[in-house]
């Protein structure tokens, strides 16, 4: 039987009148990986805040199952003017005070040494491991990467592609929006392609 | 130092003592909003607010604390209103919110020949001018202050940190940022009576910009700014009682000594 953790059906939706995404549809089980790609501007980034519910869609319907909690991974932070350690910034995902989930997501994606430095100080890399461990620290059923090769050298590259092919949860669906070529050869998974807006 | 205990059975020295602590404590908390949120140009607003505050209190001979508070709310709320329209800003909108509320504050100060020096006494304040609702009023909101950073500390993180991460973790972000400019709106209206508009930089922001240097993270960026404030306070309030001076402007003096030698020491390492 299907288990089906996300349906979106004929969604149109953008910043203004003017959709940016039109007429996407898009049915989602539970431990599927998909990669959504196209170029800047296609409505990427537009798709993912919609199933966030930080942007309405101008029509079409989005349904996630009930209880479905989303982990969101940005493609990167403008740097900014106040201290935040690498820890505090994984301890947003927890929903009580379980510190074991921190430390657990931390050692998964190898920055527990980078714990108690300040966030604005790691590189690329650094911070897209911190950020992914706070979606671990989550414990989501639905994880939504934006752009996450944006910018990183190769060598953290090719980190966070091993890093996605070992994600252990099979439970865990994935929605991955990129523009990088390289990151949808190397993971293989389904792939939909966005170009000005339709698939 | 038998000055000193003489002064300490006084009680305005004793309320203004007490205001000291508690605005020591909390008044860097929502320094520490202020800061990271880009609130300066909003605070030119509500000191002009208070102002605007000053002179109705002493043309209608109604106390200044609560007009100042309920004139600094509404400003903040029409500013909200305005800033929402992405066009305008928040900046902007606070701009034009204190250019109207001179002009009233002049219209009015002709109206009811209030004298301006009267008025100009607002910007120095005084904490020994504190009284006992005053002080209540102030352990009320410091009370709710401190409650909020340590109630809401996870939430108020990811504002800080990022709307949209916030939003994506059901963070009523709106709520948030309303409850801060709240927040900053009523403690410059209450540091506007202790130390006056021109120094209030002194108790609310400096201490945050002093400890942002050293601070290791969040949490501890918010408990640096306290402790930081709660020590220029109390040592400014003695000192000034010590050498018989005005305590905004020891508080403002030994406030930029901080900051300074925390910068020196910083560029050192």
Redesign the interface.
């Known amino acids: 039987m299907r288990d089906s953790i996300l349906e979106i059906r004929s969604l149109f939706a953008g910043y203004g009148s003017e959709p940016v995404l039109k007429d996407f549809s898009l049915s989602l089980d539970r431990g599927t990986r998909v990669i959504v790609c196209g170029p800047n501007g296609s409505g990427k980034t537009t798709l993912l805040?919609c199933i966030?519910?930080?942007i309405k869609p101008l029509s079409g319907t989005i349904k996630l199952l009930d209880g479905c909690s989303?982990?969101?991974c940005?493609q990167d932070?403008p740097k900014?003017?106040?201290?935040?350690?690498a820890?505090?910034?994984v301890?947003?995902?927890?929903s009580g005070r379980n510190h074991d989930a921190v430390q657990s997501a931390m050692s998964k994606t190898g920055t527990l040494e980078l714990s108690?430095r300040?966030f604005w100080s790691l590189s690329g890399g650094e911070r897209q491991r911190v950020s992914l461990a706070r979606c671990y620290c989550?414990n989501a059923d639905l994880l939504?990467l934006d752009e996450p090769s944006s910018f990183l050298d190769t060598q953290s590259r090719d980190d966070f592609i091993s890093m996605m092919k070992n994600m252990a949860d099979p439970k865990l669906s994935v929605i991955a929006v990129t523009h990088d070529d390289q990151i949808v050869s190397s993971l293989g998974w389904n792939v939909v392609q966005l170009s000005k807006g339709r698939m | 130092m038998q000055r000193i205990l003489f002064l300490l059975t006084l009680k305005p020295i004793v309320y203004g003592l007490i205001g000291m602590i508690l605005s020591g404590i909390s008044f860097p908390l929502a320094g520490?909003i202020i800061?990271?949120n880009g609130l300066i140009p909003m605070r030119y607003m509500l000191m002009h607010g208070v102002i605007l505050g000053g002179i109705l209190s002493i043309a209608l001979k109604i106390p200044l604390l609560p007009v100042t508070i309920l004139l600094n709310l509404i400003l903040v709320m029409i500013m909200v209103m305005l800033g929402r329209n992405q066009t305008v800003g928040l900046s902007t909108s606070s701009t034009a919110m204190m250019v109207c509320t001179m002009g009233i504050a002049s219209l009015l100060s002709h109206a009811f020949d209030v004298p301006a020096k009267d008025t100009l006494e607002i910007l120095w304040g005084s904490p020994f001018a504190l009284t006992s609702s005053d002080l209540i009023c102030l352990l009320v909101m410091s009370i709710a202050l401190i409650m909020y950073v340590c109630t809401c500390f996870?939430p108020i993180?990811?504002v800080?940190?990022?709307h949209?991460?916030a939003?994506?973790?059901g963070v009523n972000v709106k709520l948030h940022d309303m409850m801060m400019v709240m927040i900053t709106a009523l403690i410059v209206s209450v540091a506007m009576k202790m130390v006056g508009a021109l120094l209030i930089d002194a108790l609310v922001v400096l201490p945050v910009v002093g400890a942002?240097r050293n601070?290791?993270?969040?949490?501890?960026?918010f408990v640096r700014s306290s402790v930081t404030g709660l020590v220029l306070s109390v040592s400014g309030y003695f000192l000034a009682l010590l050498w018989n001076l005005p305590v905004s402007g020891v508080l403002a003096v030994l406030a930029v000594i901080v900051y300074l030698a925390n910068a020196c020491r910083r560029n050192r390492k």
């Open positions: 805040k966030l519910g930080i989303i982990a969101y940005k932070f900014q003017n106040f201290p935040i350690t820890r505090e910034v301890e947003m995902g927890l108690e300040l989550q939504l | 520490v800061v990271r996870r993180s990811m800080f940190f990022d949209d991460i939003l994506s973790r942002s601070a290791k993270g969040l949490k501890d960026l």
